[in-house]
């Protein structure tokens, strides 16, 4: 009948995304060019009520946050690349879900440089950014708790190293430029009545696999930062 020619249908689509290779994940789609397709099931998702998301890029985006924190009701929203301004441009999509509370982390992405040829970054721009992001989630959400977390220092020499030969890593991130940004964070933070959360005993050394992204240690040292804050979501 009529109704099991749609449900073969969409599981005709379901298998042919996953088999030509679209990411389909709990809390976040792959942006490829079967992105159509993919966002299709990604729009049908439900949410409950009080669900907790996390909104960033690669270093939200990359980690399973249901299986960190052992909670099936948290909304991954991370995507990799993602400057303040694609956040900003994206930022319709995550106020559609109505969560309850918001974690913040973004920034990384706005301090690359490309090696040989490093330049001033603007902080300025990226924290107007910021700043129009938190406004628009307080208008649009105004019941909605948001967390900002501070960005993660970074090893270059290990950036370096593992990206020597790969064009698309060709970048140099300035630690002292991310101590600049975070300390701009908690101005913002102050300003709009926000929590600020600050990662301050991450070690990229250590807890990255590539001097960016964190390892498993690494996520558990952000876990660590943060459970007390979910915790208290919980109560």
């Known amino acids: 009948d009529w109704s099991s020619d749609v449900c073969s ?6 298998l042919g995304i996953l088999i030509i290779g679209t ?3 709990e809390g976040g789609v792959g942006y490829t060019k079967y992105e159509v397709y993919a966002k299709t099931i990604y729009n049908k998702r439900e949410f409950k009520n009080n669900q907790v998301t996390f909104l960033g890029d690669n270093i939200v985006d990359k980690c399973n946050l249901n299986a960190l924190f052992n909670d099936a009701n948290i909304v991954n929203e991370g995507k990799a690349w993602d ?3 694609d956040i900003l441009n994206r930022l319709d999509d995550v106020i559609k879900i109505k969560p309850k509370t918001l974690f913040l982390h973004i920034g990384i992405n706005d301090l690359k440089q490309t090696k040989g040829q490093i330049s001033k970054i603007n902080i300025d721009k990226s924290m107007q950014n910021y700043s129009d992001i938190i406004k628009i989630i307080k208008t649009k959400l105004p019941n909605t708790k948001i967390y900002i977390e501070s960005i993660l220092p970074v090893d270059n020499n290990i950036i370096a190293q593992k990206y020597k030969s790969d064009k698309l890593y060709n970048f140099y991130i300035s630690n002292d430029y991310i101590k600049v940004f975070n300390t701009n964070l908690k101005i913002i933070a102050l300003e709009n009545n926000v929590t600020y ?3 301050s005993t991450f070690n990229p050394t250590t807890e990255t696999v590539d001097g960016i992204q964190p390892n498993i240690k690494g996520y558990f040292i952000l ?3 943060l459970k007390g804050y979910i915790k208290k979501l919980k109560k």
């Not at 249908?9 to 379901?14: A, E, G, H, T």
């Open 223 to 225: 876990k660590n930062d």
């Open 23 to 25: 990411i389909y994940r």
């Open 9 to 14: 249908s969409d599981l005709i689509l379901v």
């Open 83 to 85: 400057t303040t301004i």
């Open 197 to 199: 959360i600050n990662h």
